[in-house]
């Protein structure tokens, strides 16, 4: 199993501020907005503005 870190995606969806916690392998973008869609689902929301950073 891979070792994963608790990280805090903040993003913006349909526009509005958002932010979630998740764990990722290596905190990357890429990882993050598959995160987000896997939550989100493929949908007609927008995601956009993501940043990841660790959690505290």
Same mark, same amino acid.
């Given at each position: ?12 969806? /349909? %526009? ?5 916690? $998740?764990? &990722?392998? /290596? %905190?990357t973008e890429e990882?993050?907005? $598959?995160? &987000? ?20």
């Amino acid at each position: 199993m891979a070792q994963t870190t608790k990280y805090v995606i903040k993003y913006k969806l /349909n %526009g509005e501020r958002r932010f979630e916690f $998740a764990q &990722l392998e /290596n %905190g990357t973008e890429e990882e993050a907005k $598959a995160a &987000l869609d896997a939550l989100h689902g493929q949908g007609d929301d927008v995601i956009s503005d993501i940043s990841v950073s660790k959690a505290l």
